[in-house]
């Protein structure tokens, strides 16, 4: 059974850090790509980042670029989001989601949502002013 376990979420200050966490339960785990996105109340969903399926090469968005950083260690089947400078814009649920199919590399893209094929639950993550 196919398990994706988002934490690490909270309630923090605007230019705190936060690191998030997604647990993977998959076969082959280190054979996918993998992504974080992120979506806010009353807003849509938001492509954050990804990581390569050998973990060589990452890809964030712009509205993140030099503040978040993806990483993953394929030994605790774990990918992480590590989230410096937090703004209270960066107030969102954030997904982690992998893709089984291969279809980024089929699309040459990390950002589209519909790549990816299993989806974890979530985690909050709240920054006040």
């Known amino acids: 059974q196919v398990q994706l376990v988002a934490s690490g979420g909270g309630l923090v200050q605007a230019g705190q850090s936060l690191t998030l966490s997604c647990k993977a339960s998959?076969?082959?785990?280190?054979?996918?790509?993998m992504a974080w996105f992120r979506q806010a109340p009353g807003k849509e969903q938001e492509y954050v980042g990804a990581i390569s399926p050998s973990g060589g090469y990452t890809d964030t968005a712009d509205s993140v670029k030099g503040r978040f950083a993806i990483s993953k260690d394929d030994a605790k089947s774990t990918m992480y989001l590590q989230m410096n400078s937090l703004k209270p814009e960066d107030t969102a649920v954030y997904y982690c989601a992998v893709d089984r199919q291969g279809a980024t590399r089929y699309s040459g893209t990390y950002s589209r949502s519909s790549s990816y094929d299993f989806w974890g639950q979530g985690t909050q993550v709240t920054v006040s002013t």
């Open positions: 998959v076969l082959a785990y280190s054979n996918f790509a």
